[in-house]
């Protein structure tokens, strides 16, 4: 299994407090050491940083959590190994560009004999059952759908997809094309949103806390989704079973 | 204009020789600040690092200068903006994916009035010439091809698209999938190969050398291709206007 780090912002935020606590799960508090990788959205663009070595030794995510790179959405991974080797092209998150946008996709969990055909324009590169349920996800979004379409729309198919995955076995992802961060739960999500007025947060995997209340102003509000929750003096809540949910502008949107 | 470096190797290689003489143009020899980004190749796998701050400033590029990332195909790319604003999307270099394979592209130079039509999958994110040129090629290529074609029909199908855009402008780009290395030249593109028995080489524009009979044995075999050559004491070949050259296993072929 793996585990799942989202973020979604109304302004460009830096993630290095939440993604130095999650890095710890690579190895010191957990061992999800087969692979790690972030992805930052700044406007459409994509800066995404995968590696095959363990994200608590690999120098390039001591640069992410020292480095405060800005962005409205971000997805991180990391990966203990069930399907596929260890590899570079195992590692999520995976882009595709569809209609003009990137399209960045992370999964936690295990699908069962799931090889849908895939007879569109998206084909996998690495070997992992998620990239395969990635790939088919971007196959019918641009079956169903003539261009970007709004997010609502776009939450209505996703739920209709997700659905039809689920079957197959534990079907936790990510997924953001800039605009906005989809999240589907099977067994294990949490979700929490940070706005005025902030306050103190300490980490559960390591001795460090923050005042976001020093960092932030009235505008800045952000939602972080993650796997198991990351801070001791916060309130997270669980996603339910089945559950695809939606965020925008650091807001849960009811749709 | 811009500047590009290239990379493709018979073995997993180093590039923090050659990057850090090159990360010097983007503001110290050159002014090439508007941005830089680098793929690396493993097996399939892509490492994509971009950034809109120069390659000199920039503390990820500074990573890529100091750890060696060992890769068999590499493209890098510093921007001095001509068409599109400094953003992120606009970063050198692009990846998409087609047949299962990333493909990684490259431009130098400026293509006046071209926006051929992109009616397959197939579209922009950024508002580059570049990218929109690659694009095409991309959709140029699906429709010339079932799957990945032998390195010797990619290169004639390259030749025939190449040659379509070329009238628009300055088209010096880098193509790579991780097997082979494209490179097409209009005005200023040079290659040099290093192999068994290796020698010194001093960079042109920072006062370093180095020994690769040092660190290199008789299977190493390395080809560079570069804007301008990036030492002073090496045989660097420079290629015709019009011209397509591939490189496999650190060897020019004659395709």
């Known amino acids: 299994m793996c585990q799942l780090l989202g973020m979604n912002a109304k302004t460009p935020t830096d993630l290095t407090f939440s993604f130095t606590g999650f890095a710890q799960r690579a190895g010191k508090t957990g061992d999800h050491v087969d692979g790690w990788g972030i992805a930052f959205f700044e406007e459409h663009g994509v800066r995404h940083f995968v590696d095959h070595d363990s994200a608590i030794r ?26 596929g080797v ?14 003009g946008n990137y399209w ?40 169903s759908h003539v261009g970007v379409p709004s997010i609502r729309e776009m939450t209505l198919t996703l739920r209709e997809l997700a659905a039809r995955i689920s079957p197959y076995g534990t079907f936790n992802f990510l997924l953001s094309n800039g605009d906005a961060l989809w999240a589907h739960a099977t067994t294990s999500l949490f979700y929490l949103e940070r706005q005025w007025p902030f306050s103190r947060a300490t980490l559960s995997d390591e001795d460090l806390s923050i005042d ?31 559950e695809l949910k939606v965020f925008v502008d650091g807001v849960h949107q009811n749709l």
Chains 1, 2 share one sequence.
């Open 86 to 99: 260890v590899s570079l092209p195992n590692c999520h998150p995976f882009v595709r560009e569809l209609w």
């Open 104 to 143: 960045v996709f992370a999964h936690n969990g295990d699908l069962k004999d799931y090889k849908p055909r895939l007879h569109g324009h998206f084909h996998p590169v690495g070997t992992t059952d998620s990239e395969h349920a990635f790939c088919w996800i971007m196959q019918e979004l641009c079956k």
């Open 58 to 83: 690999s120098p390039i995510a001591e640069v992410i959590r020292n480095y405060p790179i800005k962005s409205t959405n971000v997805i991180a991974h990391i990966r203990k190994a069930t399907q």
């Open 212 to 242: 976001f209340s020093e960092r932030n102003g009235r505008d800045d509000q952000t939602a972080i989704v993650v796997t198991a929750p990351l801070t001791q003096d916060e309130h997270w809540t669980p996603f339910a079973s089945g």
